[in-house]
């Protein structure tokens, strides 16, 4: 299929499972009520995207509160009682985060239930996303390493564990969420995409890195304003990914701006394209999506374009980011009627 369809990861949680249109939003239950309430989101967040034209769907990453924390939490060596603040993203903005305290081994299975349901209830492709070792390692503080390296990779076996028996629950893509590698671009080149690498190793499912400029809080929005008109980043890191096994890369393109002849950097890489813009609440029609493809093709094969968000979709207005999905679906189809 020409111009198959995913999202970033995320979408927003039922009211019944958690407060609205927030990034990390509290539980409303707890216990077999909670439980419950995450099979049920998952179930609907499948449906919603199936019935919005989206060909490579995702859990909707509702059985999670942060995208980072939501694996942290199953890991033995992490203090979450007496979190710390610290800088994120290069001092980017403060957060309050758990610290490393011990070794670090995974308390057993991380994300089974909702990659068994969301299993069970689709035949379309399935995608599961998990945080990138960098990623990591930038939101949490370390009280036991002592190293930034040797914890990422302490990170990464733990997470090639979960993905290897994710790929054994069915799931067709593995994306790991790196939003990091647009602060640390030599240490992307240096060992970054080396802890990846080990992340993913032995997997035989497609495998896939999703970076962006960030989303969803004020200070990614404020930061993004001393960029300039042109965020060029990406230029560093692009040869790296290249060259490394991982098989697709999930960019933002729609109102980003990121050069599009950048994305020719990606040698032999499937595109996930981002042509959802997830920082606005317009809603895209359908020929603003093959805009955005269009323009892509001209620096990736057509035939290695996914088309997808710009990123996760967990903090807006559920209304308008359902809105979204139907224009994703009718934008990839339209493009494939007036190119395929």
């Given at each position: 299929m020409l111009f198959p369809t995913t999202i970033a990861g995320s979408l927003p949680k039922p009211e019944w499972l958690a407060e609205p249109n927030t990034l990390w939003a509290p539980w409303k239950a707890s216990g077999p009520e909670l439980a419950r309430a995450k099979r049920d989101a998952t179930i609907l967040a499948v449906k919603l995207q199936e019935d919005s034209g989206v060909d490579i769907v995702t859990e909707g990453e509702q059985a999670r509160q942060h995208f980072v924390h939501g694996f942290l939490e199953k890991i033995e060596g992490i203090d979450f009682a007496h979190k710390v603040e610290m800088g994120i993203r290069k001092d980017r903005y403060k957060a309050m985060v758990p610290q490393v305290v011990a070794p670090l081994r995974l308390k057993g299975r991380v994300h089974a239930d909702e990659a068994r349901i969301a299993r069970t209830h689709t035949a379309h492709q399935l995608k599961f996303t998990l945080p990138g070792p960098m990623t990591i390692?930038?939101?949490?503080?370390?009280?036991?390493?002592?190293?930034?390296?040797?914890?990422?990779?302490?990170?990464?076996?733990?997470?090639?564990?979960?993905?290897?028996?994710?790929?054994?629950?069915?799931?067709?893509?593995?994306?790991?969420?790196?939003?990091?590698?647009?602060?640390?671009?030599?240490?992307?080149?240096?060992?970054?995409?080396?802890?990846?690498?080990?992340?993913?190793?032995?997997?035989?499912?497609?495998?896939?890195?999703?970076?962006?400029?960030?989303?969803?809080?004020?200070a990614n929005t404020d930061w993004k304003q001393t960029l300039g008109s042109e965020w060029r980043q990406y230029e560093d890191i692009f040869p790296a990914i290249a060259k490394s096994p991982i098989q697709q890369v999930a960019i933002e393109c729609r109102n980003s701006r990121v050069p599009l002849e950048l994305l020719g950097l990606l040698t032999g890489k499937v595109v996930q394209a981002g042509v959802i813009d997830v920082a606005s609440d317009t809603v895209e029609t359908a020929e603003d999506v093959v805009k955005v493809i269009d323009e892509v093709s001209k620096f990736v094969p057509r035939s290695n374009i996914i088309a997808t968000t710009n990123c996760g979709m967990a903090p807006m207005h559920r209304d308008i980011a359902e809105a979204k999905l139907v224009a994703l679906g009718a934008g990839a189809r339209l493009a494939r009627q007036r190119f395929g």
């Open positions: 390692i930038d939101t949490i503080a370390d009280k036991y390493y002592g190293d930034r390296v040797k914890m990422a990779f302490a990170f990464a076996e733990l997470l090639n564990e979960e993905a290897k028996a994710l790929q054994a629950d069915g799931v067709d893509v593995i994306q790991f969420d790196e939003p990091a590698f647009n602060v640390y671009m030599d240490e992307v080149s240096d060992w970054g995409i080396k802890a990846l690498e080990r992340a993913a190793e032995g997997l035989t499912c497609t495998t896939a890195v999703h970076i962006c400029y960030g989303y969803g809080i004020k």
